[in-house]
C-alpha cells in the first residue's frame, strides 16, 4: 500500500498506471473508516486493476461546525484497516492544497433541486461542499469507476448529476448499505453513540423495514405518523424528516405509486448525533 500525501505525487504515479490502461476504482472518504467504505473497497478491488481511497475530511460540507469539530479522526486505525485489506493506493491531501485548487464551478451546480430538499434542506449547503470536494477528487485521480455507498442515498443521486454535467468519463456504482447485526446502518457517527445509544439507533431500521412491510397505496401518512411517534418513544430526540421519495428525481410523495418503487429516507437525532437511513420499496397488493 503507498499513502500519498500530495496531489502531484498521486498524480505521477497515477500516470504510469493509465499508460498500462489500468483499471482504477476510486472510494472516497472521510476516514473513521468501518466495514461499511472496506465493502466499497471490495467492490472497487473485484473489478478494477487499483483501488485507490481517499481520506479527507471535507470543511466545506459541514454547515454546522461543532459537527466537524466532533467529526472523528481515527487515522492511524485507518490506515491499519486499509493495509490489512490490501488497499494499493490511499490519498491524503492537506486542507492547504486542496484548498489552492480551484474550479470555476466552486460546487455551485444547477441540481435541479435535488441539493434543496431531505439533507439540502436541512444542512444548507451541503452538497455544494460535497460537489465542490467530489469535483476535484475525481480530476485529480481521475478513476475508471467511483464507488459509492448508499447510506447516503440523496449523495449518490447528486453526486450522478454532477459527473453527468462535468461530462467526466467516469462510471458511478452506488452500493449497498453496510449494516450492524441489529440493523443499525454503520456510519463514522455511530463512533459517538453509548452502547445504549447503539441499541436504540436501531429503531431506526425497525421502522424502515415495518413501513416495507405495510405499505400500501393509501397509508403513507398513517405510517409515516406512527413512525416517527416509535422513534421518539425509543431515545431518539428529534426526526428531521421522514419522507417516501420517487427514486430517480427524489420528488417527496404523499401517495406509493402502485406499480414503482419507492425509496423511504429518514434523518433523526439520537444522543445529539444525527443519523441517516433508508430503504427501498414498493406498495404491497393487499389482498382479501
Ligand atoms: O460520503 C462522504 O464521506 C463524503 O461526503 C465524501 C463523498 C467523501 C466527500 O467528502
New binding site residues.
Partial sequence: MIIFKTISSLQNHLKLLSGQHAKIGFV???GALHEGHLSLLEFSKKENDVSVC?I???PS?FNNQSDLIKYPVTTEQDIFLLEKNSTDIVFMPSLEEMNTLKFHSKGDFNLDGMDNILEGLHRPGHFK??CE??EK?LKIVQPTTLY??EK?FQ?CMV?KKLVRLLQLNVCVKTCPISRAASGLALS?RNLRLSEKGKVQAATIHKILSNIKAHLTINNWLQLKESSITELLNNGFEHVDYLEMCDMESLEILNNAPENNEVIILIAAFIENIRLIDNIKTSANILTN
Fill in positions: 472516497p472518504t472521510m481517499s479527507f475530511i471535507n460540507q461542499g460535497v470536494v467530489v477528487l459509492l455507498g447516503d449523495q453526486l463514522s
